[in-house]
């Protein structure tokens, strides 16, 4: 269709001129506006295929599903590429890239004009949240990917419902997105949230060309939740029953490639007979305070877009069953018969595969035959173990918010936090050793607030006390807790098996929310003793259990030390609170020394 055909289709006057003024400056062959429709998307993936950007996999093996290969230089988000472009350089802060918003739009301008030429230009409306709730916003993103918008139709609620919704009014996130030539040199993915709008160009990456998803959903969504008192943060949600049929909600931050996905579906052990977990969200949650005084979420998103490697039927059964079908898998291997593999999947490599750059590959190739940071796109109603409430327009009730990295050292098996402001200082220093979702080394320690500090669309100062503040608006707070999984003993070895085991963990924070489990006070909060979790059926050492459940002073010393530095960093917008706070853990961890 023509872009005066579709004009006569679209009652909102600011969105046609807006997509007008981006097809004057790109000037595409032609502009299609996408509707969501089973149809369009059979003709989108035939597209695709046809121009080799998905593989179609066996329809025995993997039905409806699809394999992509990015280019080798574009693989992961690229963050030192990634800017918060705010007219003042201290909205943006001390942690974010910064850059002006005229100089950076002319920049933009220019490296996209006439950019779609020889291309199709697609207009993405989409929306974020359930449906007619009140979390709900509208965006749309314009881009000359098809592979974009066959993921975009995954990860958000597209096409006529958010056209719907939006009615004629002018609020929606305005997203801008061209590959380019995937040139790194000219590759730029830049926010501007005082203009509700996001402009990238140069990737297809996932992180970087799924607007929806870090661009919206966080950058943009942190900044709008500090002006109207709401949270949009890097958080699974998940819904813990008992057998009793009590359901209980609990909101997690977890860096990229942390477990948060597996949490987020975790399947109960053996010894839990009668327990379940639903899954409400893998990655995002927003956050309101509803009239009841309680913290409230809503996963905005309507699809996963999960690290593949180290996926299993162990580590998460669920996402192996609902990656089944009807997904799109990125930079894993294909198997001769027409199936996918990735390290981690707990079988064998076969002797043949191709792999993620489409070379042949074999066990003794030396190379890793899926990329470390490859992905799986699946829609959110794939999944077994999804939430009835997943798309209650209410959210659901939280009642414990819960930070972890990954650490070999330092941090406990588990903490819970003295306080409300104690809970958001643990949040604040939350450290982790970097992961393949980034690019950039890997296993290096970097603090990593909330999981937010790729993600939080202004001055991180400015963030935390807006955390702070949000205490004076929920009468009924959660419990805030800290987790590790990932702590090694002397030989190296993992100390917690994790995985499904974790919910052994999930079991005591709930019941130190209701009164029925003890916890020992130390300087840095309060951790179990070994007989206060239940380990039932579980093979491991009371040594090791206390090794794990160990706050040891000299490893916090050089911690406490880690974390000034950081709060320097951010200068004058830290918030008193916590500069407060982290003088009394000083002098808490001092006074606990031998």
Not at 245 to 267: E, Q, V, W
Not at 359 to 378: E, I, L, M, Q, V
Not at 473 to 495: C, E, H, Q, T
Request: charged share 20%; net charge neutral; hydrophobic share 40%.
């Amino acid at each position: 269709m023509t872009l005066k055909e579709e004009r006569n289709e679209i009652k909102n006057r600011a969105l046609t001129e807006w997509v007008a003024e981006i097809a004057r400056l790109t000037t595409p062959d032609q502009v299609v506006w996408c509707d969501g429709s089973e149809a369009e998307k059979d003709r989108l993936a035939a597209l695709a295929v046809k121009s080799g950007s998905l593989i179609p996999l066996s329809p025995q093996k993997k039905p409806g599903s699809f394999l992509h290969r990015s280019d080798p230089n574009d693989v992961a988000r690229t963050e030192h590429l990634t800017f918060v472009c705010t007219p003042s350089q201290r909205d943006a802060g001390p942690t974010n890239n910064w850059s002006p918003p005229d100089q950076t739009y002319a920049k933009l301008r220019g490296w996209l004009k006439g950019s779609m030429r020889g291309r199709t230009m697609y207009v993405v409306p989409y929306v974020m949240g359930p449906l007619g709730s009140p979390f709900a916003k509208v965006g749309v993103e314009i881009t000359d990917s098809v592979y974009v918008v066959l993921n975009m139709r995954i990860m958000t609620r597209m096409g006529a419902p958010a056209l719907a919704m939006l009615g004629e009014r002018e609020d929606f996130c305005r997203g801008v997105h061209c590959t380019l030539d995937l040139n790194p040199d000219r590759r730029l993915i830049c926010h501007f949230p005082q203009d509700n709008a996001i402009w990238s160009v140069g990737s297809g990456y996932g992180g970087n060309a799924l607007l929806s998803k870090k661009c919206f959903a966080l950058r943009i969504a942190s900044w709008q939740g500090r002006g109207e008192g709401w949270l949009a943060e890097h958080m699974l949600i998940l819904g813990l029953q008992s057998p009793a049929g009590d359901t209980r909600y609990i909101a997690a931050a977890f860096p990229s490639a942390c477990g948060k996905t597996n949490l987020a579906m975790l399947t109960p052990p053996a010894e839990f007979a009668g327990w379940k977990v639903f899954t409400v969200g893998d990655d995002i949650a927003w956050l309101r305070v509803g009239d009841d005084g309680r913290l409230w979420a809503v996963n905005p998103e309507n699809g996963y877009f999960g690290v593949a490697p180290g996926t299993n039927s162990h580590s998460n059964p669920n996402a192996m069953k609902m990656v089944g079908h009807d997904s799109i898998f990125t930079n894993v291997a294909m198997t001769t018969d027409g199936d996918v593999w990735w390290e981690g999947m707990e079988t064998a490599p076969p002797e043949k595969l191709i792999d993620w750059r489409g070379r042949p590959w074999n066990p003794g190739s030396g190379d890793k035959a899926a990329h470390p940071n490859s992905r799986f796109t699946t829609p959110m109603a794939n999944n077994p173990a999804l939430s009835p409430h997943a798309n209650d327009p209410q959210g659901v009730p939280i009642s414990a918010i819960v930070f972890g990295g990954r650490r070999a050292t330092t941090m406990p098996l588990v903490l819970e936090s003295q306080n409300w402001t104690h809970g958001v200082y643990l949040g604040a220093t939350m450290g982790s050793e970097t992961t393949a979702a980034a690019a950039g080394a890997v296993g290096v320690v970097r603090r990593d607030p909330m999981a937010m500090l790729p993600f939080c669309g202004y001055n991180m100062g400015d963030y935390f006390a807006h955390w702070l503040q949000m205490e004076g608006a929920i009468k009924n707070p959660p419990r805030i807790f800290m987790v590790n999984w990932f702590r090694k003993g002397s030989d190296g070895k993992f100390l917690w098996p994790g995985f499904g085991e974790n919910l052994r963990v999930l079991k005591w924070m709930l019941d130190r929310i209701d009164g029925r489990a003890t916890a020992t006070d130390t300087p840095v909060g309060r951790v179990p003793r070994v007989e206060d979790l239940n380990l039932h059926g579980l093979d491991t050492a009371g040594d090791r259990m206390r090794e794990d459940l160990a706050v040891k002073t000299d490893e916090w010393s050089a911690e406490v030390a880690s974390t000034a530095e950081f709060f320097d960093k951010l200068g004058p917008a830290m918030p008193p609170a916590l500069r407060d706070k982290h003088r009394g853990l000083v002098n808490s961890i001092n006074g606990a020394r031998p």
